[in-house]
């Protein structure tokens, strides 16, 4: 697997994180979410520079210009419901991207993933970018994987995080393919009892949008 670790890079990304972990900021969930989607842009930026480019014409009022598009088929697949804000960030900058939407829960007091709704175009021979804030077991995005690829297959996968943990990162090295490409915003120290990633910014789909029963 490929790893990109984006914060080791002087960046405005560094800020928004920031923003994300701190306990009083984190707090205004409006002020989250759009943290959540500016880290969304930044990411889906530097994931833009490893996709393929064609040259085209663009007629302009006073000639035409030589320039470059991006000539990936981009579907951009939300793990739901911590996702939704991220994707609206990477929406924001691959506007031609077609979208998709999955659900993945634990099932209670047990260690299995439960992916049960799935809602998203064909995908074959397209590049598959699967958005989740949290990289914690590994275990879910590792379910994900299996579900969507059951059946048709990408031209490449993008695995994009904004918090990853090192005990997820070695999960999906040792279970997922090594083409893949693993986008990690901030890495942690760890996890914790709980399987909680620390220091982590707690849940970000609470955080997001409300506290669930």
Request: net charge neutral; charged share 20%; with cysteine.
């Amino acid at each position: 697997m490929q790893i990109h670790y984006l914060s080791d890079q002087k960046s405005i990304l560094n800020h928004f994180l920031m923003q994300i972990r701190h306990f009083e900021i984190q707090k205004d969930t409006m002020r989250f979410r759009k943290n959540m989607e500016r880290i969304g842009e930044v990411m889906a930026y530097e994931l833009s520079k490893t996709l393929e480019f064609e040259s085209t014409k663009v007629p302009t009022p006073l000639g035409t210009k030589n320039t470059m598009t991006i000539s990936n088929k981009v579907v951009l697949c939300a793990i739901l419901r911590a996702g939704l804000a991220l994707h609206t960030g990477f929406m924001n900058f691959f506007d031609d991207a077609e979208n998709a939407f999955i659900s993945a829960a634990r099932t209670h007091g047990t260690s299995d993933i439960l992916v049960e709704y799935q809602a998203m175009p064909a995908f074959k021979n397209k590049s598959l970018l699967l958005l989740d804030p949290m990289l914690a077991t590994g275990h879910s995005l590792h379910a994900v994987y299996k579900q969507l690829t059951n059946h048709e297959q990408p031209k490449e996968i993008h695995i994009c995080v904004v918090i990853a943990a090192p005990e997820g990162i070695a999960y999906l090295e040792q279970h997922l393919p090594n083409n893949i490409h693993l986008w990690v915003a901030s890495l942690d120290n760890g996890l914790n009892n709980k399987n909680y990633i620390v220091p982590g910014i707690g849940d970000a789909g609470d955080l997001a949008y409300g506290i669930k029963l």
